[in-house]
């Protein structure tokens, strides 16, 4: 219920494009969940950097989490109930990030 109240809300504001193109703000509030494991800086302690990335890319690997053509059952967890313009507003979120130069 909250879900579709977030994403009837989104859809009024016109926060979620009809071209495919994800919306960095609303992908920005719906990072909360990534961030929780994936750091803003591009650090990889064993999970994954997800900054920085091309967004078609971004996008076709958390379909294939969906679509459980990968092996990570959080990850599943997670993109299972998503919609493609949730994916997209993330991919385009997480594309405006530069991961964070490695200091010596």
Not at 25 to 40: F, M, P
Not at 41 to 59: E, H, L, M, R
Not at 77 to 86: G, H, L, V
């Amino acid at each position: 219920m909250v879900r579709l109240f977030t994403l009837l809300a989104a859809l009024m504001i016109g926060s979620i494009s009809a071209h495919g193109e994800g919306d960095i703000a609303y992908g920005e509030y719906l990072s909360t969940a990534c961030v929780t494991c994936h750091q803003l800086t591009g650090v990889d302690n064993g999970i994954p950097s997800i900054v920085g990335w091309d967004t078609k890319a971004f996008v076709k690997t958390l379909q294939s989490y969906q679509a459980k053509e990968r092996e990570n059952p959080v990850m599943r967890m997670i993109t299972e109930p998503m919609t493609t313009e949730e994916m997209e507003a993330l991919a385009a979120y997480f594309a405006t990030i530069k991961p964070v130069e490695p200091t010596e």
